[in-house]
Nanobody, 124 residues
């Protein structure tokens, strides 16, 4: 069992930045691929970015390429999402997810463990 807790969400103006954190506890974090997803009201959960166990393989969703950066610190059992040049359309609840395999995947159903989510609101 893995428990995930996100933090760092909030309200920011367009063009601003936020850094989300996802702290993991439970089983061995380093062997898990991690992902960030987001869900806006009335929309399906959307893939944002994922990182493999080592940090050597990263895949970004098209809507965040060049603006968001994922990283992980296995010693601290934490994955980060640095979000720059935020746009109003980035407004959503952001979820951290973990899968008990090392390989990056982009579908929500490929992830077994989920955090409770953190709200990000970007004002225009």
């Amino acid at each position: 069992q893995v428990q995930l807790v996100e933090s760092g969400g909030g309200l920011v103006q367009a063009g601003g930045s936020l850094r989300l954190s996802c702290a993991a506890s439970g089983r061995t974090f380093s062997g898990y691929a991690m992902g960030w997803f987001r869900q806006a009201p009335g929309k399906e959960r959307e893939f944002v970015v994922a990182i493999d166990w080592s940090g050597g393989s990263i895949y970004y969703g098209d809507s965040v390429k060049g603006r968001f950066t994922i990283s992980r610190d296995n010693a601290k059992n934490t994955v980060y999402l640095q979000m720059n040049s935020l746009k109003p359309e980035d407004t959503a609840v952001y979820y951290c997810a973990a899968r008990a395999f090392a390989v990056v995947m982009t579908r929500p159903r490929d992830y077994k463990y989920w955090g409770q989510g953190t709200q990000v609101t970007v004002s225009s």
